[in-house]
């Protein structure tokens, strides 16, 4: 299956490659307190690395795995992708923003204009937010727009950033309520496939344990007639083992198949557990960075801690279709 829009990895090395915002376009500067500056271009760039590694989906080797023995028609899986589907909009509009702030930064705008615009910007987004039912939950519209009426007030980015925190956290919440979400529909759907690889397999795997059990009977009248050295039975027992044994030797090719499937199943569903594990964790430490930079800390080194970023890059890998 071929995926009819662009793979979340794709599409954030696009936004790298416009430069939107990033450290191509210039080293940006923005005044936390008297005549220090601090370069918030960092909190993009890091956002970028971080979430380009995350698509929540599966890759190419376990595509096949999926049409084989998945139901791409049933309906908990269709809302299995859906969720999967609004993970990416999160992990995409988290870039968004992320470049978006360190635009206004570098704006000619002074700094009640950066405030204002950010507000508007934002003001936009929880309103999508809202409209499309994204977040199912608290707080309410009502709520939203206290703390929006807040951002409003901020003299400055930095402060509307703080403002904003809420929002953030909120954001956060989502993401994690979505995750559970997910983990929760793809065990029925896991459930389902593993069910119906059983009863693919059913005559199979019923007449192998058959086999083996047989095999084993005549085992023991083998050992029975050995000791009383009764050479006709013997024979005859010697017939019957090799004529189940060779049956089971025809059998053993499909019992492989039926377990091999089994693990396969298996391997793709840790497999996307550990990145959603993995995501959540990303998004949380984005969340922190954010908390970070909008409280004045200065060293990008501290936003996103070296030790966090290099145990989630470089680990996931480039998805096809979503799982």
Known sequence: MKTRTLT?????????????????????????????????????ENTLLL???????????????????????????????SLVKIQRTFLKGIVEYSIKIVNLGQSELNDKEQARAYHEYLRGLVE??????????????????????KIAESDDLLAALRAAQPLILRFNEINLALAQAIAKTKAGVVEKTLTRIDREYEGTIGLALALHHRKERLAESLRKVVDKDDGLRLQDFSRQYEDADALSRVVAGNVSAYLDAKTQIGRVVKNHDDM?????????????????????????????PLTDISTLVGVAKKSVIPF
């Open 8 to 44: 979340l990895f794709r599409y954030l090395t696009l936004v790298s490659v416009l430069g939107l915002g990033l450290s191509a376009c210039g080293t940006l500067r923005k005044k936390f307190s008297g005549s220090e500056s601090v370069n918030m271009t960092p909190f993009a």
């Open 276 to 304: 959603v594990k993995r995501g959540g964790k990303t998004i949380y430490l984005w969340t922190n960075a954010h908390r970070k930079l909008a409280s004045g800390i200065k060293n990008p080194a501290e936003w996103f």
């Open 51 to 81: 979430l380009s590694e995350l698509d929540y989906g599966l890759p190419p080797e376990d595509v096949a795995v999926v049409q084989k023995y998945v139901d791409l028609k049933d309906p908990e899986l269709q809302e299995l992708m």
């Open 128 to 149: 999508w937010f809202v409209q499309t039912g994204q977040d199912r939950g608290s707080p309410t519209r009502e709520e939203y727009k206290l703390i929006l009426a």
